[in-house]
Antibody, heavy 121, light 111 residues
Framework: QVQLQESGPGLVKPSETLSLMCAVSGYSISSGYYWAWIRQPPGKGLEWIGNIYHSGSTFYNSSLKSRVTIAVDTSKNQFSLTLSSVTAADTGIYYC??????????????WGQGTLVTVSS | QSILTQPPSLSGAPGQRVTISCTGSSSNIGANYEVHWYQQLPGTAPKLLIYGDTNRPAGVPDRFSGSRSGTSASLAITGLQAEDEGEYYCQSYDRSLRGYVFGIGTMVTVL
């Protein structure tokens, strides 16, 4: 059974960089699938951030592209998210998820439990 | 403002049927991109409920069903149960944005 677990600082200062990790268990990232980050501001809906393939190929939300980097570490079976120049609008729960292969009709399953990141001084 | 429009809230008595709509445009649902649905129970992560418009993953009760027509899709819950109370999101691909989009979510309350 595939499981994903997010980790990282819960508090980030404005203008600094948010960094999160997603550890995958029960499945080897190198075996396939794309791996995604999705976020949810407090009391609001879901926003897709971006995807990465085990080869390192990435695909980002155009509204965040200038600030986002997603990377993969196949040796540790994990992938990461960095978001630069954060503001209060970046506060929310950040989820990692697996994306199925058949583009563009892609869905996300399963999801990690999510980690809350607050941007505040 | 979400690209995919959903009613903010719906309610129903136990045993009733509720239907959640998801209205898009010619750049997403209307362009024949598939619609997927997620259930988010209070305090938990979203869970895939319906994929590819009408398909249920293993373990999802057949009380949940999906359909689509034109630029819209719908999620129906029949035989509503207290455990169904939560937020429901639709998701698709948008070719103008070149990315994945979610609806704003519909809060389902069981009376």
């Amino acid at each position: 059974q595939v499981q994903l677990q997010e980790s990282g600082p819960g508090l980030v200062k404005p203008s600094e960089t948010l960094s999160l990790m997603c550890a995958v268990s029960g499945y080897s990232i190198s075996s396939g699938y794309y791996w995604a980050w999705i976020r949810q501001p407090p009391g609001k809906g879901l926003e897709w951030i971006g995807n990465i393939y085990h080869s390192g190929s990435t695909f980002y939300n155009s509204s965040l592209k200038s600030r986002v980097t997603i990377a993969v570490d196949t040796s540790k079976n994990q992938f990461s998210l960095t978001l630069s120049s954060v503001t209060a609008a970046d506060t929310g729960i950040y989820y990692c998820a697996r994306r199925n292969m058949v583009a563009p009709n892609n869905y996300f399953d399963p999801w990690g439990q999510g980690t809350l990141v607050t941007v505040s001084s | 403002q979400s690209i995919l429009t959903q009613p903010p809230s719906l309610s129903g008595a136990p045993g009733q049927r509720v239907t959640i709509s998801c209205t898009g445009s010619s750049s997403n649902i209307g362009a024949n991109y598939e619609v997927h649905w997620y259930q988010q129970l209070p305090g938990t992560a979203p869970k895939l409920l319906i994929y590819g418009d009408t398909n249920r993953p293993a373990g999802v009760p057949d009380r949940f069903s999906g359909s689509r027509s034109g630029t819209s899709a719908s999620l129906a819950i029949t035989g509503l149960q207290a455990e169904d109370e939560g937020e429901y999101y639709c998701q698709s691909y948008d070719r103008s944005l070149r990315g994945y989009v979610f609806g704003i979510g519909t809060m389902v309350t069981v009376l």
